[in-house]
């Protein structure tokens, strides 16, 4: 049967992908010192060849692209050079493509231009259009974004479905509204589904999401995640049809980057060491996840542990403890982006600091200041005139600190990282003390 394509008509394949977003700059990488940049930055490149493979490898009848092919505007002439040459392979494959802009590529935003190759069809941006493919009884209804802000609903003006064939519609829009998506081009399922066609190939929305079944309204997602939200597999759907009918509807991961949120409740760990263990299970267990390509994981530290105080004393330690365990895993290998410290601290204290009262109050301020050293370093002023209170023997000259692990111990207020390390006793002497008058009273 697979050998027939895509000659016999009554059975092809197309593939929809979205949302690709090409040369897309990803701000803010270099800032990280040890980020692999330039396999992050070229993914969506090797995504969209990934794409181009597979039509090719699958023999599909064409290739629907439904906006933000580009990021923006191009910023050299590279970008449209390397997506030419991806169409021209399809080209040679005898392999159509349609495709509409979205918000990121609307003709506003677009200020250079290369030409096209024959079998690539770009929908027009003042109406909807429609392109008949008579070889597989398909019409494609089409409309791109002219500028980069749509507000009305460019469903509503596309045609009603001839009976008899496989209508198709391709559109960039944010349906009724998803999260951390703006609404453009705003419609409803039930508008689509009124029109009577059997696939809506949408675009925008980049968390993969089938939104009916019947008739398909469907959200490939991106083709790429760009960044630490944008996480899990993502690729491109296949679509089957058989005596104009939709059959089947297959997710296909095309990423080459593979971006993970691994968080992790401690409370069963009472040391970082313990915590360690767990964040390299975790990062072991994604990296099989990513099934062979660079994973590039957020790791967040949750929960009400014993390992709490350990951990917020030295946040820049424990990331690169966990730096070391990414960087210690098999090929492709991890890059840890970063490593949020959330927990709280278990047990009485745990409890005392969701108190609602003035020790609660205290205790979360001293918290606080844990994880805030530049709030710690604005009470060094105030501190500066405690320090020139005590006596000089105390403050740390030669000889005169305590010993503690077999290190002179130096005492100084005004310093923030000494008083950063004490917190933590500072807050057990506080309640501990505040406790004792609680049950005299
Ligand atoms: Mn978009």
Same mark, same amino acid.
């Given at each position: 049967m697979g050998e027939s394509f895509p000659e016999n008509a009554s059975l092809f394949r197309f593939l929809h992908a979205a949302d690709i977003h090409l040369d897309s700059p990803l701000q803010g990488l270099e800032r990280y010192p040890d980020a692999p940049v330039d396999a992050v930055r070229g993914a969506p490149r090797r995504a969209f060849e990934a794409l181009i493979d597979l039509a090719i490898e699958e023999r599909v009848a064409f290739v629907l692209? &439904?906006?933000?092919?580009?990021? /923006?505007?191009?910023?050299?002439?590279?970008?449209?050079? !390397? !997506?030419?040459?991806?169409?021209?392979?399809? %080209?040679?494959?005898? =392999? &159509?493509?349609?495709?509409?802009?979205?918000?990121?590529?609307?003709?506003?935003? =677009?200020?250079?231009?290369?030409?096209? #190759?024959?079998?690539?069809?770009?929908?027009?941006?003042?109406? #909807?259009?429609?392109?008949?493919?008579?070889? !597989?009884?398909? &019409? =494609?209804?089409?409309?791109? !974004? %002219? +500028? @980069? @802000?749509?507000?009305?609903d460019l469903a509503a003006a596309y045609p009603m479905a001839d009976p008899g064939r496989v209508e198709i519609g391709l559109l960039h829009t944010s349906l009724d509204g998803r999260p951390g998506h703006a609404d453009y081009a705003p419609c409803t399922a039930e508008g689509l589904r009124a029109k009577g066609y059997a696939y809506w190939a949408l675009g925008h929305v980049h968390q993969r999401e089938v939104v009916s079944r019947d008739p398909w309204i469907v959200f490939p997602g991106n083709l790429q995640g760009r960044h630490a939200r944008e996480t899990g597999g993502k690729g491109a759907s296949l679509v089957t049809v058989d005596h104009g009918r939709v059959v089947d509807v297959d997710h296909r991961d095309l990423d080459v980057v593979r971006w993970a949120r691994i968080e992790l409740d401690l409370e069963s760990v009472g040391h970082p060491d313990d915590a360690l263990a767990r964040v390299r299970d975790a990062l072991a267990a994604a990296l099989v996840e990513a099934d062979g390509r660079l994973l590039a994981a957020r790791v967040v530290l949750g929960g009400a542990t014993r390992a709490h105080a350990a951990l917020v004393r030295e946040p820049a330690r424990w990331l690169h403890e966990c730096r070391l365990l990414a960087?210690?895993?098999?090929?492709?290998? =991890?890059?840890?982006?970063?490593?949020?410290? +959330?927990? @709280?601290? @278990?047990?009485?204290?745990?409890?005392?600091?969701?108190?609602?009262? +003035?020790? /609660?109050?205290?205790l979360r301020r001293v918290e606080a200041l844990e994880r805030a050293p530049l709030d710690l370093a604005r009470t060094r002023e105030e501190l500066a005139d405690l320090k020139r209170r005590l006596p000089a023997a105390l403050i740390g000259e030669a000889g005169s600190g305590a010993e503690e692990d077999g290190r002179a111990e130096r005492f100084d207020p005004t310093d923030p990282a000494w008083l950063r390390a004490r917190l933590p006793a500072v807050r057990d002497?506080?309640?501990?003390?505040?406790?004792? /008058?609680?049950?005299s009273e």
């Open positions: 692209l &439904a906006g933000d092919l580009y990021d /923006g505007d191009w910023k050299d002439y590279n970008t449209g050079l !390397f !997506f030419v040459g991806q169409m021209r392979r399809l %080209a040679e494959a005898g =392999i &159509a493509v349609h495709l509409v802009s979205g918000n990121h590529d609307a003709a506003s935003q =677009i200020t250079k231009r290369l030409s096209l #190759p024959p079998n690539v069809h770009h929908y027009a941006t003042r109406r #909807p259009e429609t392109i008949e493919l008579p070889d !597989f009884d398909v &019409a =494609i209804h089409g409309q791109s !974004f %002219a +500028a @980069r @802000r749509v507000s009305e960087t210690g895993m098999a090929e492709p290998g =991890i890059w840890l982006e970063r490593l949020e410290l +959330a927990t @709280r601290p @278990r047990g009485e204290l745990g409890r005392l600091l969701e108190r609602d009262d +003035a020790l /609660g109050g205290l002497l506080l309640w501990s003390r505040l406790l004792d /008058g609680e049950a």
